[in-house]
């Protein structure tokens, strides 16, 4: 059987990008401030993250937002502490979502957390900088559609919206000045839009000839990436014959803060999250799970909780996690998972046989 990653350490892709195995992503944004509410209702249908779509929000009115929008519990070092000590190896940050507001300082449009707040601080240089002084690796996801862009694509219900060339040429500014004021990026994680191929692979040449070990994410389209993107929350039943990822949030109802989210007991979302890390990992992927900071920058209790329950187990475990390969029969087992590293098997049993 073919290593999941066997086609890894090639010219052009991070060797090491395979072993991390478990990474933190962090959704937040301006829509972190609304909380999922507009206008004192909830806002329950879609993404949070998405408000300004599943409310309807005119343009200028979820532009007028920014004014105070003021994360002043923002602490980048308290945030990789927390990834560090849950076993994450890397850190993804949404630079941009579909919104188009800029959680950096970006030359192209003033829609952003330095030109438009009264916080003024450029967030992801922060992060990029703890990132690098705590040893975990930096990545960044950018969104491919805008709907703050005045050339781009009309919104859509499914996100999957046609690139103007105009906005196109704007997406390879920002990803250029992305890939060259912050430091070394381990993945720059492409999300939605329907691009041609012709544009896919001018994004992905660009990424190459700027940072060639940075890997590229499958979302791009057309078959320019460097690993695989599952669905949100998908934990496969299946090996898969190249670098894989599942991106995970805490609740899949949203990624962005929800004020009014239920959230439950911790023990039982560090037991949800901690299988699905082991099936995942079990069949040769990377586990990405989500936080989403509140509009003040804080990360909530009940996240950090269970990272840190994570992470103690990490402690435990983390040889049968970490750099190891997927189950090597060609079938899965009734009593839990099984992953491997040179000729030693790791069982997960759940179920004793």
Not at 58 to 71: I, K, L, M, Q
Not at 148 to 171: C, G, K, L, M, W
Not at 284 to 310: H, Q, R, W
């Amino acid at each position: 059987l073919l290593s999941p990653f066997s086609g890894m350490g090639q010219s052009g892709q991070d060797a090491g990008w395979g072993d991390r195995k478990f990474s933190m992503f962090i959704h937040f944004g301006l829509y972190s401030r609304l909380g999922g509410v507009w206008e004192g209702k909830e806002v329950r249908s879609g993404y949070s993250e998405q408000i300004q779509s599943h409310a309807g929000i005119f343009s200028d009115s979820y532009a007028d937002v920014a004014g105070d929008f003021n994360p002043d519990k923002w602490n980048a070092d308290e945030i990789v502490a927390i990834a560090r000590k849950a076993g994450m190896k890397s850190v993804v940050f949404t630079s941009k979502h579909h919104d188009g507001f800029c959680m950096y300082h970006s030359a192209h449009t003033d829609f952003n957390i330095v030109d438009a707040t009264p916080f003024g601080r450029d967030i992801m240089k922060e992060l990029a900088d703890a990132c690098k002084k705590e040893g975990l690796k930096f990545g960044v996801y950018f969104s491919l559609i805008d709907w703050h862009f005045p050339q781009a694509y009309p919104i859509s219900s499914h996100n999957a919206d046609y690139v103007t060339p105009e906005h196109h040429r704007y997406n390879l500014e920002q990803v250029r000045e992305i890939l060259t004021k912050y430091g070394p990026v381990s993945e720059l994680w492409f999300d939605m839009g329907a691009l041609t191929p012709e544009q896919s692979r001018e994004l992905y040449g660009l990424v190459k000839s700027l940072q060639p070990q940075c890997m590229v994410s499958g979302r791009l389209g057309n078959d320019t990436g460097d690993f695989c993107v599952l669905g949100d929350n998908e934990h496969p039943d299946y090996k898969i014959g190249m670098p894989w990822q599942t991106p995970a949030s805490f609740f899949p109802e949203t990624w962005g803060y929800r004020s009014w989210q239920e959230r439950g007991n911790p023990e039982s979302k560090f037991e949800e999250k901690t299988e699905n890390l082991v099936r995942v990992v079990s069949r040769g992927g990377n586990y990405l799970l989500n936080i989403g900071p509140a509009g003040d920058g804080s990360v909530l209790p009940f996240e950090k909780t269970v990272l840190e329950m994570m992470g103690n187990w990490l402690d435990t475990y983390g040889e049968a996690i970490y750099a190891t390969r997927a189950n090597p029969f060609p079938f899965a087992f009734d009593w839990g998972d099984v992953t491997t590293k040179g000729k030693v098997l790791y069982l997960f049993v759940k179920h004793r046989p």
